[in-house]
């Protein structure tokens, strides 16, 4: 089981691995109570929206942007076919969060899209997940026959006149499906390009009709947040970052998962949780929000608190919540290499400074890597992320620029010697040393 | 083309989409006719795109730009190793290493008793597992160590 541990859990509470994740399991953990107290007692559209504003739920996906605050967008009075879509497309380097909630807590993500459904008067609803968690994805559609066998999917919802459908969709390896609009192609049977915006989703969105896309974790909050209140939700965290959140810890601690904690618990707080540095090693740095946020060393990162407003001032992102441990045997320009090779490779190809710009980011450090840099390589990746960054349709390019940029603004040395003396500051046989593979049988 | 029981799936997932919007049902229709087929001929993504209604040319624009499609034949087992950094970090490429050593390929080869198919993959949301491994696009193996992989391979038969 990858939940590893957590402090005033809400999302994953009372959860018992494979065990709790059926229909009477949810029931019994209170689940669908929410859907029916506003049903049942009357609440209205607004009611609801209300409540998610005052929690401050801000975007679990990476963009952190506030949910009540996009969910009044929608123009909820525009007549015919409105959807709501969840994005499980969960492909961020470093980020497992969602498939955790999707395999422990279905039911919790179902209530939540059927919730905002009512409140955005929508009648149907997507969730589109990763092609790789297969399995996940077979839960989730016996989640949703169970959910439909039971009442709370369909026309005339306990009795009422509000009708909600909802489908699950997978995708099938293209990283950049998770951007929105290129989700929203891919539900459309197209490659997972993305749109131009504007204009947004709200207005123009799946078959050109308005719709809303939140994340898994986001929506698998909003039970939680009708239970207990918008505000008890905001006071679980701290001042605009409200409630608890996922984190994803990999790499190089003891004991690598999914942490549900408050939002402005400590960094250092966190790490004790995660049992440590594996093999007692060092920290080197900390990539906080999954690999598209900038890389903090290890000074920076000890200091900061998990929110989005105190990794946003040590200049990053808490994105995803995926944080990505590096200890110091980790050479930076390899692992950055790898990165790039990645944004590379999931470049859709649509808009020319990213298709062509992380081609060239990887060829460099690539040469870098091997020993094969110029001195002047440094300023060329610098200018060609420069050329990349906020000159592309959607986040990838600069999704693909941060790492190349916050590498070589942290770590210089590392490149610097690189490209001088051809060879690794990292000695060979150290590299790596922290990953924990029992040793390869000669 | 298709069995009936594949066929059968074609409408469940045609099912779930507005009546006018058949089209949103290749990604899935491709997957299950690559699952029948074992990889994706040209003649398959035909029938698919005829199946739903839409230009050949369309549905091979989907099957080209998502990479869990096969549009090559390949081996029995395909093994798709996660080498990003999260789950390098943690083994996923020493486990890459040490699969190539096992079957005597690299990645995009095949077993020459077309047994294996070993890939590198891009994140699959599991890193907190590394390192992980999928096989033929539908079972996830975790904290995949040498006592580990030895089981998995001898379990494919």
């Known amino acids: 089981m990858a939940m590893m541990g957590a402090i005033n859990p809400v999302l994953m509470a009372g959860l018992n691995g494979d065990d709790g994740w059926r229909l009477k399991d949810y029931v019994a953990r209170g689940g669908y109570e929410q ?71 279905p039911h919790a993500v179902i209530e939540g899209m059927i919730i905002a459904g009512f409140a955005m008067g929508a009648s149907r609803g997507y969730n589109y997940v990763h092609g790789e968690i297969w399995e996940i994805y077979k839960r989730f559609e016996e989640a949703l026959d169970e959910a439909r066998a039971a009442g709370f999917l369909g026309q005339n919802i306990l009795g009422t006149s509000f009708g909600f459908e909802l489908f699950a969709h997978h995708g099938y390896g293209a990283y950049i499906c998770g951007e929105e609009t290129a989700l929203l192609e891919s539900i459309e049977g197209k490659k997972g390009q993305p749109r131009f915006k504007p204009p947004f989703p709200a207005s123009f969105g799946l078959y050109g009709k308005p719709t809303t896309i939140n994340n898994t ?36 601690v003891n004991r690598p998962g999914n942490y549900e904690i408050p939002l402005g618990t400590s960094f250092a707080q966190l790490l004790e949780m995660c049992g440590g540095m594996r093999g007692g090693r060092k920290l080197k740095a900390v990539i906080p929000g999954g690999s598209s946020a900038p890389v903090l060393p290890a000074d920076v990162i000890m200091d900061c608190t998990m929110d989005y407003d105190s990794i946003s001032k040590a200049g990053s992102m808490l994105g995803s919540g995926a944080v990505i441990v590096m200890d110091e045997t980790v050479c930076m320009v390899k692992a950055l290499e790898r990165l790039s090779f990645f944004y590379h490779e999931e470049s859709c190809g649509q808009c020319t400074p990213c298709r062509e710009g992380t081609a060239w980011m990887y060829k460099v450090v690539h040469r870098i890597e091997n020993g094969l840099g110029k001195p002047e390589d440094l300023d060329l990746l610098n200018s060609v992320l420069g050329n990349i960054a906020g000159r592309t349709i959607c986040a990838l390019g600069d999704a693909a620029a941060f790492p190349v940029q916050s590498f070589i603004k942290h770590f210089r040395g590392e490149f610097e010697h690189h490209i001088d003396h051809k060879t690794c500051l990292v000695p060979k046989d150290v590299q790596w040393a922290g990953s924990g593979f029992h040793k390869i049988p000669a | 083309m298709f069995s009936s029981e594949t066929l059968d799936k074609f409408a469940r997932e045609v099912a779930k989409y507005p009546a006018d919007q058949k089209q949103s049902a290749v990604m899935a229709c491709l997957a299950h006719a690559q699952e029948e087929k074992g990889w994706l001929p040209a003649e398959a993504i035909e029938a698919v795109a005829n199946y739903l209604g839409m230009p050949p040319i369309a549905a091979y624009e989907v099957a080209s730009f998502y990479n869990m499609y096969d549009l090559k034949p390949l081996g029995k087992y395909k093994i798709t190793v996660c080498t990003n950094l999260p789950c390098a970090l943690s083994g996923g490429y020493h486990a890459g290493e040490y699969l190539q050593q096992k079957l005597g390929i690299g990645y995009n080869e095949t077993t ?26 539908r079972s996830m193996c975790s904290h995949m160590h040498p006592e580990q992989i030895d089981k998995l391979l001898e379990e494919c038969k």
């Open chain 1, 35 to 105: 859907l029916k107290r506003i049903l049942q007692t009357g609440l209205t559209q607004e009611d609801v929206i209300g409540e998610v504003k005052k929690s401050v739920l801000r975007g679990r996906g990476g963009a952190g942007f506030p949910t009540g605050l996009k969910w009044s967008f929608m123009p909820r009075s525009f007549p015919g076919d409105k959807y709501v879509v969840c994005n499980t497309d969960e492909g961020e380097p470093g980020t497992f969060k969602d498939r955790d909630i999707m395999r422990y807590n």
């Open chain 1, 217 to 252: 974790e986001t929506f698998a909050s909003i039970p939680f947040i009708l239970k207990m209140g918008g505000e008890e939700f905001l006071n679980l965290g701290k001042p605009n970052n409200g409630g608890t959140k996922l984190f994803s810890v990999s790499g190089h």
């Open chain 2, 112 to 137: 020459a008793d077309g047994k294996f198919t070993l890939k590198e993959g891009e994140c699959m949301g599991a890193c907190g597992d590394a390192p992980v491994f999928i096989v033929n696009n």
